[in-house]
């Protein structure tokens, strides 16, 4: 049903105009119903509608008319009609359009004579193009040069038809005659694509003759030479050293397109490290110089690609690239960061850390509204910073703290995460560290932050001063004791229901009652006729951050809590002789897990304590009263020793990845070995030399051969016939995201010629073929490679049949071969990836991705049964 055009216009089929309203619509004299009427016709057509009846009405009635867009209908009508029959032969009616066409070839206005030409690039029949071709080369000289540029791509697409070279023998001659005399750039810019299309070796010597002033040239031209360069290199390489000069002269042209076409055309032709350079420095210009977001966004991708292939070079750009983070633009900032660190060395991680310094202070003004993504991506890209090199540590952990009570969560966990690593792996800072966090531990904010923060507290603070400080903060965040008050009437009927216990409370006459902001005041019994519900102390203004967080109902930080102080007081124990010290700080934590758990358990809340948080104080409450030294041990050693653990695991993952990459085998053992010192160096120059060196090189470490995974190409083979077929097929099936390409070869293994071989495809699922089948001819016993695009358009698995169709000369009906179907699983074609924890987490959140599927298995170790879905999903686990 579809038609082959050049116009794609979304059509509601809903209301079809009829053939016969169309036709009224022509007849008359009303222009803007005509143009209506043909834009009708047209969709109609482009639909898989015919409507024969209206062809010879648009010959009588439209053809003559003198409008420009009835005019430019009208082509785009016969564009898409059938010119021929079923046999192939033109039908007798298109005579009247040729001579329409030769007339507006010879027309006095310029418009109608430049779209006519535009038009016979469309046109594939060759017996209606003949007539016309004196009329389309006397428009090459034409005044205006809209017609002349239109007229040469007409004379191009005539040249490259099946039988152009005997309906225009000499068109490539007249075509650099054109060359050398015309002025206007889009037409010098259409006859040097004709003759690099038609007559590759004219556009060459045309290129060397003038080398001089391919600098001058305009734009167009310039990029299309920039093309002739690369085909031209690709098939004879040696030839590389004359052209790389132009494209070096080019790197200083005024456009922008230019100059980035020079930097991939230098890069795709030379690994020579003074080419590569050149080629980095136009793209860190263009990352400055362009505005535009999606372009800065490429350059860096190309930049990206250079840094895998050349990084010892990309790294003495790093500050260059480093600039790209003025953008506000978060994608730009995200991908200049991962470039940028994977090029840090010794030798600037000085420069690249004072500079991201520099951004997260700039991020403090609060301008922006994206400025709290921007600083964790930019604390993320320090503490990467830190762990790589450690000395660079202590300027930025001091810095990095004062963001603890940032109001962008994540950000402030990032940076408790780190100050967590770096106390660790850097023994000198711990005094420094401690001593700021416990400084600046009120103003944390988010209950993530402060179990990490307290957590690092019970572990590192080792010195009689630093435990008393961190127990004396803890305190002084919970602010005073109780969490809440209840007045005596609602006690005393508590204590009716329950059993009396020994610490309940004689209703007086006149007792004192704890106001909200924790002072007593005392109260008679007789000046109040009914008792208040429990109300929670928020405690003075100096009170901290924990309270308030623990007044929400957060009982696991409540549980933190008491780990920590159990943590810190049984550390007092050995490090502080005084037993009067160490005493008053059991009872002031014992007091303190039993107010939490009285919190835990009282109405004031929303929900009540949960079991685990419950257990977690009551077993610190239990340690208090009975302490041996293995319990110690546990509490006080063993918490570090699994952190140490967890870090060092995560530098072997590293490790063993890069140890993975270095072990990939490059060359072959029978490779010939080319021997550079004892070549011919005769007429070479230096950047030619250089790309020798570094050819030989590439060669040695294997970046030539990426794709040769041939042992994998080879399982991806379907037979799609029978070896008894007169016809054989296999397909070689690539998905690359939302493409599947069929590499088809079909093999004739019959002694006679077969005529219009033709592979017809069907497909199931989601899936959608891109192009129309096309006829071959196969020699005897030869074969024929055939390319087909299947789009994709969800992940499910769909199913490709089809058969091919063939003529022999002897027999005069068609043979089918049916072929076997091609099942497309999209299992085979996924690649695991590598993403970090906390961005999953952050997905994850966002998304709620979760499926639950029932699991019926044979398996009964979690692990085994874990690497049985990691192989067969093709996936990764997240963490090690």
């Known amino acids: 049903m579809e038609k082959s055009c050049t116009l794609l216009i979304h059509f509601d089929k809903g209301t079809p105009a009829i053939a016969n309203e169309i036709k009224e619509a022509l007849e008359g004299n009303d222009v803007p119903a005509k143009i209506d009427a043909m834009k009708k016709a047209v969709m109609l057509l482009l639909n898989g509608e015919t409507l024969p009846q209206l062809f010879i009405t648009i010959v009588r009635y439209v053809l003559p008319s003198e409008d420009h867009t009835v005019q430019k209908l009208l082509l785009l009508y016969l564009e898409i009609i059938e010119k021929t029959d079923l046999k192939g032969r033109i039908l007798p009616e298109m005579i009247l359009i040729c001579q329409n066409l030769r007339n507006n070839l010879q027309h006095p206005n310029e418009y109608i004579r430049g779209v006519t030409l535009r038009f016979l690039c469309r046109l594939n029949e060759a017996e209606i193009i003949e007539p016309l071709i004196p009329s389309v080369l006397q428009n090459l000289e034409h005044r205006h040069p809209f017609i002349r540029r239109n007229a040469i791509l007409a004379v191009m697409s005539i040249y490259k038809l099946p039988q152009g070279e005997q309906l225009l023998v000499d068109a490539p001659e007249m075509i650099e005659k054109v060359l050398s005399t015309e002025q206007d750039p889009s037409a010098k810019r259409n006859a040097f694509l004709m003759l690099f299309n038609c007559s590759h070796d004219r556009a060459i010597t045309y290129l060397l003759t003038h080398v001089d002033r391919v600098s001058e040239w305009g734009e167009l031209l310039q990029m299309v030479v920039l093309e002739l360069i690369r085909k031209v290199c690709r098939t004879n390489r040696g030839e590389k050293g004359k052209y790389i000069k132009i494209i070096i002269s080019l790197l200083n042209a005024p456009s922008t397109a230019v100059i980035y076409e020079c930097a991939g055309t230098l890069v795709s032709l030379s690994s020579a490290p003074t080419a590569i350079r050149a080629a980095a420095n136009t793209y860190c210009q263009l990352l400055l110089s362009q505005s535009d977001n999606n372009v800065k966004l490429i350059v860096l991708d190309r930049l990206n690609e250079l840094k895998s292939s050349h990084s010892d070079i990309m790294v003495d750009l790093v500050m260059d690239v480093l600039r790209a983070l003025s953008s506000p633009n978060l994608d730009i900032q995200r991908k200049t960061l991962d470039i940028v660190l994977e090029l840090v060395t010794p030798r600037n991680i000085n420069e690249v850390v004072l500079l991201l310094k520099k951004e997260v202070m700039k991020t403090q003004s609060g301008e922006l509204e994206k400025n709290g993504e921007y600083r964790q991506m930019l604390i993320q890209a320090i503490h990467s910073c830190a762990i790589k090199f450690p000395e660079v540590a202590s300027t930025v952990v001091h810095l990095m703290m004062d963001f603890l009570g940032d109001s962008n969560v994540a950000s402030a966990i990032d940076v408790i995460v780190f100050v967590r690593e770096i106390i660790e792996t850097n023994p000198k800072l711990r005094v420094s560290i401690i001593t700021r966090l416990l400084d600046t531990f009120y103003q944390i904010r988010a209950s993530r932050v402060c179990s990490c923060a307290l957590w690092i507290i019970g572990e590192y603070c080792l010195s009689p001063s630093e435990v008393e400080s961190g127990i004396a903060t803890i305190k002084q965040c919970l602010g005073e004791l109780p969490f809440y008050s209840v007045s005596e009437e609602a006690e005393a009927i508590d204590a009716s229901k329950k059993t009396p216990q020994s610490n309940s409370i004689t209703v007086s006459s006149r007792r004192p009652a704890i106001l909200a902001d924790g002072t007593y005041a005392t109260q008679s019994a007789a000046s109040e006729t009914a008792f208040s519900p429990p109300t929670i102390v928020q405690g003075s203004l100096t009170s901290g951050n924990l309270r308030s967080l623990l007044l929400t109902g957060d009982f696991f930080l409540s549980a933190v809590v008491a780990c920590t102080l159990t943590k810190l007081v049984l550390r007092l124990e050995e490090v502080q002789p005084s037993k009067v010290e160490v005493n008053k700080a059991t009872t002031q934590a014992l007091l303190i897990f039993v107010s939490l758990l009285q919190l835990g358990q009282s ?185 087909v695009n299947i789009k994709v358009s969800s992940t499910e698995t769909g199913v490709i049949f089809g058969n091919i169709i063939y003529e022999t000369s002897n027999v005069l009906e068609r043979t089918v071969v049916v072929l076997n179907d091609i099942h497309i699983d999209i299992m085979d074609y996924i690649s695991p990836a590598v993403c970090m924890d906390t961005a999953f987490r952050t997905m994850w959140a966002e998304f709620e991705w979760e499926n639950k599927v029932a699991v019926n298995t044979v398996i009964k170790n979690e692990k085994e049964f874990l690497d049985h879905i990691i192989k067969s999903t093709n996936m990764k686990c997240l963490t090690a």
């Open 603 to 787: 109405p004031v809340l929303p929900h009540p304590i949960d079991n685990d948080s419950y257990d977690r104080i009551v077993l610190c409450i239990r340690l208090f009263c009975n302490t041996g030294d293995e319990i110690r041990k546990i509490w006080l050693q063993s918490c570090r020793q699994s952190f140490v653990k967890m870090l060092s695991e995560k530098q072997l993952q590293e490790t063993e990845e890069l140890k993975a990459k270095a072990q990939v085998s490059h060359a072959q053992p029978d490779d010939l070995i080319d021997f550079y010192h004892l070549k011919s160096r005769k007429g070479m120059s230096q950047l030619e030399l250089e790309d020798e060196v570094q050819d030989d090189l590439k060669r040695a470490t294997g970046e030539f051969v990426k794709d040769a995974d041939d042992a994998n190409k080879l399982n991806r083979i379907l037979q799609l016939t029978g070896f008894s077929d007169p016809v054989y097929a296999e397909a070689y099936v690539t998905v690359h995201h939302y493409d599947i390409v069929l590499d088809i070869t079909v093999i004739n293994r019959t002694r006679e010629t077969l005529q219009n071989l033709c592979l017809e495809l069907a497909t199931m699922g989601d899936l959608k073929l891109v192009e129309r089948p096309q006829n071959y001819t196969v020699a005897p016993e030869s074969s024929k490679q055939i390319k």
